[in-house]
T-cell receptor, first 113, second 112 residues
Framework: ETGVTQSPTHLIKTRGQQVTLRCSSQSGHNTVSWYQQALGQGPQFIFQYYREEENGRGNFPPRFSGLQFPNYSSELNVNALELDDSALYLC????????????FGQGTRLTVV | AQSVTQLGSHVSVSEGALVLLRCNYSSSVPPYLFWYVQYPNQGLQLLLKYTSAATLVKGINGFEAEFKKSETSFHLTKPSAHMSDAAEYFCAVSEHTGKLIFGQGTTLQVKP
């Protein structure tokens, strides 16, 4: 079975631009979560999608938005990029059984200049 | 609200020595607890998880952790460190929604 894959692996954007990050969930997983990991910090929960609906959101502004597709892959969109958005963005997928383990992708390193 | 505190942002041990990484949690309900490892420029890999079964949990690569409710702790240990264990380690608690709340992380350095 394939694991969680994210694209691109690295990205450089200019302040004010918009960015889309992509995630393919592991086979059989219907729940996808996104996390932001700033340098030297632990990952922070952005939001979670279950069967194409957002069912949980962390303390992030509305310019962070997402989608989940029928095949359970997902996108994270960030508008009006700020310098502080520079971080490693991690996608995790799991089944919808409560508290099963989440499997993480390699992440996308976003640099905003 | 649930939270996780990892005591010690950096831990340095000699190869072959005991590894002890500390994690304390705060939760108003019985917690689900996890330890993840992160190697440079990579995502997170699950080491082990506690889900209210046995209090001593064995994971991959020789790691184990003990859940102590009275101390609200879930410390990670390994009897003998290997050079390949050098990485960032994160303790996390899970809410019922599956949202993971992570600690700040502990960098483990292994000296030859």
């Amino acid at each position: 079975e394939t694991g969680v894959t994210q694209s691109p692996t690295h990205l450089i954007k200019t302040r004010g631009q918009q960015v889309t990050l992509r995630c393919s969930s592991q086979s059989g997983h219907n729940t996808v979560s996104w996390y932001q990991q700033a340098l030297g910090q632990g990952p922070q929960f952005i939001f979670q999608y279950y069967r194409e609906e957002e069912n949980g959101r962390g303390n992030f502004p509305p310019r962070f938005s997402g989608l989940q597709f029928p095949n359970y892959s997902s996108e994270l969109n960030v508008n009006a990029l700020e310098l502080d958005d520079s971080a490693l963005y991690l996608c995790a997928s799991r089944t919808d059984t409560v508290n099963t383990e989440a499997f993480f992708g390699q992440g996308t390193r976003l640099t905003v200049v | 609200a649930q939270s996780v505190t990892q005591l010690g942002s950096h831990v340095s041990v000699s190869e072959g020595a005991l590894v002890l990484l500390r994690c304390n949690y705060s939760s108003s309900v019985p917690p689900y607890l996890f330890w993840y490892v992160q190697y440079p420029n990579q995502g997170l890999q699950l080491l082990l998880k506690y889900t209210s079964a046995a209090t001593l949990v064995k994971g991959i690569n020789g790691f184990e952790a003990e859940f102590k409710k009275s101390e609200t702790s879930f410390h990670l240990t390994k009897p003998s460190a290997h050079m390949s264990d050098a990485a960032e380690y994160f303790c996390a608690v899970s809410e019922h929604t599956g949202k993971l709340i992570f600690g700040q992380g502990t960098t483990l350095q292994v000296k030859p």
